[in-house]
């Protein structure tokens, strides 16, 4: 459901495109890994992925899962709650790896949070936290990279510039992003194989923002 949903209420908030590289399929099993910049980026990767036929079961921040009609929904649809420097934390982990050994693909986010700069512009992922690569060292799926920018020219700043984002963004319609790149298994050590994903997710964000023209992309 969110992912339809996703794929019928993007377009109206910005203009989506989707890129992939050459073999780039995110076969049953996966774990996407995307970066994350903005409260709008998890519906603009969900709806590109639909657009690739991929629905993904997604860990989220707990939070989400207290607020009333969207908490029902994501605990029927089997999203995964992420409890942060919480005994639970380990819980969303065996989850992930109970789905992607049912055949579910996983979306993560591995650096664990948003940005928080005021200014609507793309910048690189920052530091990945140990979730990805445990789950990936744990259940041996391979780790589809993805790459998106512009979300946060829909949403991004302080709780007033958000909202005044969500509110203008049909009249704007900001240019999006979503760059998937091939699947990598990681390997050699769990330092290495961060670096390895977090190198990876990088690649593919430099391939969206550079699409938009974003001049920290164009620049590096």
């Known amino acids: 459901m969110f992912s339809r949903l996703a794929d019928v209420l993007v377009p109206v908030f910005g203009r989506l495109t989707v890129t992939a590289d050459a073999g780039s399929d995110v076969v049953p099993g996966s774990i996407v890994a995307a970066n994350h910049t903005s409260l709008a980026d998890p519906a603009v990767v969900l709806a590109a992925l639909h657009r690739l036929g991929v629905h993904p079961v997604v860990m989220g921040a707990a939070g989400l899962w207290r607020i009333p009609v969207l908490g029902r929904a994501l605990a029927r649809e089997g999203h995964i709650p992420v409890y942060r420097g919480d005994p639970r934390a380990a819980d969303a982990l065996d989850l992930a790896a109970e789905a992607l050994a049912a055949g579910r ?28 690569t445990r ?14 920018a512009g979300a946060r020219r829909v949403t991004s700043g302080n709780t007033a510039k958000q909202l005044a984002g969500l509110v203008t963004a049909p009249l704007r319609r900001p240019d999006l992003h979503v760059h998937v790149g091939a699947p990598l298994t990681l390997t050699g050590g769990h330092a290495a194989s961060t670096r390895q994903a977090h190198a990876a997710v990088t690649a593919a964000w430099r391939t969206a923002a550079a699409h938009l023209g974003e001049p920290a992309a164009l620049a590096a």
């Open 135 to 148: 789950l990936a060292e744990r259940s041996g799926a391979p780790v589809v990279p993805v790459g998106q």
């Open 105 to 132: 693909t996983i979306l993560i986010y591995a650096e664990g949070g948003i940005p928080t700069r005021k200014d609507a512009a793309e910048a690189a992922p920052e530091p990945f936290r140990s979730g990805l």
